[in-house]
């Protein structure tokens, strides 16, 4: 499973540029001067990829720690927290 | 061992539920009333306006209140809970009560939209502040094995505060003209003048609350963070466990979240052409019946865990969505409708100048045998010359009030997804919690909580349109976004995330 684990975050730091791509085709695509609905105005797709590329950096972060097995183990959060435990 | 709750645990509930739900009322109201909105301070023709308007829809959602989440989490995790919470809670009261005094396009220019603007922006970074605090304040008073069935009343608020924004616009608009409701100092202030009511009961109980003991003890030996967002994203151990959270689990609970909840009314008024008060009473029956069970699988998730009913409800969602959605489109077409030999409720005609010719448009109700009532408009063009020639333009069937079998039947589709709605939602916020130490925990729960609705839930109805422009033969096409980012999540959420079951312990 960890195997598997490791070799999904290849998919996952591949997927991040893609979106990207795709994202910024589909801005260029679809902004027209004349256009009156969201998809055809700059503001919206330049909000959108602005947030979206930070979202997609951190989804490469993911994949690379996914491949480097910082998930292998301790995947899953703790529910009894360290600092909890004694309180 | 039996797990004791605190005193006054019922009253920690309440008066964090309340606030909460009061937050989500203030913000849905902007979004129900957005037409109304758009004609007072946003109106058409004009470039700045259109500009101001786009910026009040896309930047509050997307860009504030994640920014929200780390302003007001940073100073939850410094000065506590309660403080910061409480000061979400007056931001979000005042700035949707202005909203509703702000004097309109006509009598301030251009002066209105830009304070409109300037409230909405300011109501999104008090929602960004508000939940973290609420759940997070609600989880530290419960005792393990029971953080999934306090929170999950946290959890119904963005429901209640859906149905309660509702109800009252539903209310205003049933006891007055429309002219009335949508005249410039018209009915549509009413929910926003209300808020500050709402607003100050919520701030009269919540000044009387206790600091999370938690928190309390932990600012009393001096062990809470100086700098939050540093180790919160600037230390591998957590930050691991910020991106596990959204991309395993909130991303998905986002588009579920969204797309049952709003996507679901927008496309029976927008795409089924239901009528307005119908489309409303149908989410409200599928709501209120449904909204106990945030409750109910809040509570299971501390008998067998968070992760599998959090991604059963994603599941259920990638597969059932387009039959659902579908079987909507299917009930309410008027082809079969037509066939029928109909009885004419009302005729009503209007003619219009273009240039040398005529344009007429003419609307006729008409009720179906077996009860349902349409309208269809007709737009002909009636040209001068040479001589007058009609030629049919356009037919539009709008204004469906279904008959009683059909409704139920909405009601049904509609209260399935929204069942989806509270598996994926209903343990979110005792899941995130658990994901992260105390002192720290304000800021790392808000962000990806934010993240996965704000923006990938909030992006539901712009990439529909986007969808729907590419791909024109499909109605159902714009789907296709919740369901690929809720399959993508399952399949995260199922290798990434361990069931919690297995470390929680009486």
């Known amino acids: 499973m960890n195997t598997f684990k490791r070799i999904m975050g290849l998919v996952w730091l591949a997927l991040a540029p893609i979106i990207i791509f795709l994202l910024v085709k589909a801005a260029i695509d679809n902004i027209t001067m004349g256009g009156s609905k969201d998809i055809n105005q700059p503001i919206p797709w330049i909000i959108i990829i602005s947030i979206f590329t930070p979202i997609a950096i951190g989804f490469m972060i993911f994949g690379y720690y996914c491949l480097s097995g910082e998930y292998d183990i301790e995947g899953c959060p703790g529910a009894l927290l360290p600092d909890e435990k004694n309180s | 061992m039996a797990v004791k709750a605190p005193s006054g645990i019922v009253k920690i509930i309440f008066s964090s539920s309340l606030g909460t739900m009061i937050e989500w009322y203030d913000f849905y109201i902007f979004g129900m009333l957005a037409k109304t909105i758009s004609v007072q301070f946003f109106p058409e023709g004009n470039g700045t306006a259109a500009l101001l308007s786009t910026l ?47 004097p309109g396009y006509k009598t301030i220019g251009l002066a209105a939209p830009l304070l409109v603007l300037l409230l909405r922006l300011v109501q999104g970074l008090a929602l960004g502040g508000e939940y973290g605090g609420a759940a997070t304040y609600v989880a530290e008073h419960a005792p393990a094995g029971k953080r999934g069935f306090y929170t999950s009343w946290i959890q119904t608020t963005a429901t209640l505060g859906l149905f309660v924004a509702l109800g009252i616009i539903m209310f205003v608009k049933a006891n007055m003209s429309d002219a009335a409701f949508n005249s410039e100092w018209g009915g549509w202030r009413y929910p926003f003048w209300i808020s500050i009511l709402l607003v100050g009961v919520s701030v009269y109980i919540r000044q009387r609350m206790n600091e999370s003991p938690v928190f309390a003890k932990l600012k009393a030996e001096k062990k809470t963070s100086s700098n939050p967002l540093n180790e919160s994203f600037g230390k591998k151990q957590n930050f ?43 989410m409200l029956w599928a709501i209120g019946l449904a909204t106990p069970f945030f409750v109910v699988f809040g509570w299971l998730s501390d008998k067998i865990g968070r992760k599998w009913i959090i991604l059963t409800g994603m599941l259920l969602g990638v597969i059932f969505y387009r039959p659902i959605f579908n079987s909507m489109l299917k009930a309410g077409d008027e082809k079969a409708w037509i066939m029928t030999t109909n009885e004419i409720v009302k005729e009503s005609f209007t003619m219009t100048a273009a240039g040398n010719d005529s344009i007429r448009t003419a609307s006729t109700t008409f009720r179906t045998p077996d009860g349902n009532v349409y309208t269809q408009k007709m737009v002909d063009t ?3 010359s040479p001589g007058v020639i009609s030629q049919t333009q356009k037919i539009t069937y709008t204004n469906k009030i279904v008959n009683r079998k059909l409704f139920f039947h909405y009601i049904l589709l509609v209260w399935v997804m929204i069942m989806f709605v509270t598996m994926v939602y209903g343990p979110i916020a005792a899941f995130l919690v658990e994901m992260f130490p105390v002192k720290i925990r304000y800021t790392s729960m808000s962000l990806p909580y934010h993240i996965g609705n704000g923006v990938f839930g909030g992006l539901v109805p712009f990439i529909a349109t986007l969808l729907s422009a590419s791909f024109l033969s499909d109605p159902l096409v714009g789907l296709w976004y919740p369901i690929g980012i809720a399959a993508l999540c399952f399949v995260i959420g199922a290798f990434y995330l361990r069931n919690k079951t297995d470390i929680i312990s009486e």
């Open chain 2, 56 to 102: 009040a829809i896309f930047a509050a959602g997307f860009i504030v209140r994640p920014f929200g989440a780390l302003v007001f989490g940073r100073m939850g995790d410094i000065i506590g809970r309660k403080a910061t919470f409480l000061i979400t809670l007056v931001i979000m009261g005042l700035s949707t009560f202005l909203i509703g005094l702000v």
């Open chain 2, 240 to 282: 691991k466990m910020v991106l596990l959270a959204l991309f395993g689990a909130v991303m998905g609970q986002g588009v579920i979240w969204y797309t049952g909840q709003f996507y679901a009314q927008s496309f029976l008024e927008n795409t089924v052409h239901l009528e307005f008060i119908q489309n409303r009473e149908i």
């Open chain 2, 382 to 384: 009636l040209y001068q």
